[in-house]
C-alpha cells in the first residue's frame, strides 16, 4: 500500500511518498565508529517507497538472528521538483522536516560491503525507513545549520545529532543529489546518522525529538 507523508497537525501530503534518498557518513564520528575513511564526497544510496512505514505506530526491528540496527536521522519531505538545482534553490524545495530510522541489517550490510555488492538488500527491506510525521516549514525560519535532534531507547539517550557536524550540509547535500537524482514532490531525503547506532530492541519504548518542533514517543514491538 502506498504510503502518504504526514505532517503533525494530521494533514497528509498531497502526493505518495516517492524515493528515500540517504546518505552514508555524513557525520565524522559515525564514519569512525563503523571504521569507515570520511568521505570527500556524499555516498548517496536510495530506499525504495516500499520501506516506508509511519514511526507514531509500534514499528517491528524484523524477526532476523542479528535483528536490525537503528541508525537516527533528520528527515526532510521535497515539496517540488528539483534538478541540477543551487545550495538556497534546493533547501526552498523543502516542505517539512521529520526524523527517520534508517533500519539496517549491519550483518548483512558487512557481508555486501566486502564483496562491494550494492545495501539495498541490508537497506532497503520492508520496514526498512520508519518516518515521524513531519514539521511544516513553510513561512518558519528554519536555520538547517543549527538544528539538533535526539532518539532515546527507555529513557536513555542513544543518539544525539547537530546539524552543524554534517559533513554536506543540508543545502550543499540537496544541491548535490539534485544533480544525480532529480527530487520530485513527496521524496524525502535523509542527511545522515551521529554516533551512537546500535542494536534496536524488541519491546522499547522509542523518544525521537528535534528542538521545539518535534516529540514523538513510539516503540518497537
Ligand atoms: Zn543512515
Not at 140 to 159: A, H, P, T
Not at 187 to 192: A, K, P, S
Amino acid at each position: 500500500m502506498a504510503f502518504a507523508p504526514r505532517f503533525i497537525d494530521g494533514k497528509v501530503f498531497g502526493q505518495d511518498l516517492g524515493k528515500i534518498v540517504c546518505v552514508g557518513r555524513n557525520y565524522a564520528r559515525h564514519a569512525r565508529e563503523l571504521g569507515n575513511e570520511v568521505p570527500t564526497s556524499p555516498i548517496l544510496f536510495i530506499k525504495p517507497a516500499s520501506s516506508a512505514v509511519d514511526l507514531s505506530k509500534p514499528i517491528d526491528p524484523v524477526r532476523t538472528a542479528d535483528g536490525v540496527h537503528y541508525e537516527a536521522e533528520l528527515a526532510l519531505l521535497i515539496g517540488k521538483r528539483v534538478s541540477r538545482a543551487s545550495p538556497s534553490a534546493a533547501c526552498e524545495a523543502i516542505v517539512g522536516m521529520g526524523l527517520a530510522l534508517d533500519l539496517t541489517h549491519r550483518d548483512v550490510q558487512d557481508e555486501l560491503k566486502a564483496k562491494g555488492h550494492p545495501w539495498e538488500r541490508a537497506k532497503g527491506f520492508d520496514g526498512a525507513c520508519p518516518l515521524t510525521p513531519f514539521v511544516p516549514v513553510k513561512g518558519r525560519f528554519i536555520d538547517w545549520s543549527d538544528l539538533r535532534f535526539s532518539f532515546d531507547i527507555n529513557g536513555e539517550l542513544c543518539q544525539r545529532g547537530h546539524t552543524a557536524q554534517m559533513l554536506f550540509p543540508v543545502d550543499r547535500l540537496l544541491s548535490e543529489i539534485s544533480h544525480s537524482f532529480t527530487l520530485e514532490p513527496g521524496d524525502v531525503v535523509l542527511t545522515g546518522t551521529p554516533e551512537g547506532v546500535g542494536r534496536l530492541p524488541r519491546g522499547a519504548r522509542l523518544t525521537l525529538a528535534i528542538d521545539d518542533w518535534l516529540f514523538l514517543d513510539t516503540s518497537s514491538v
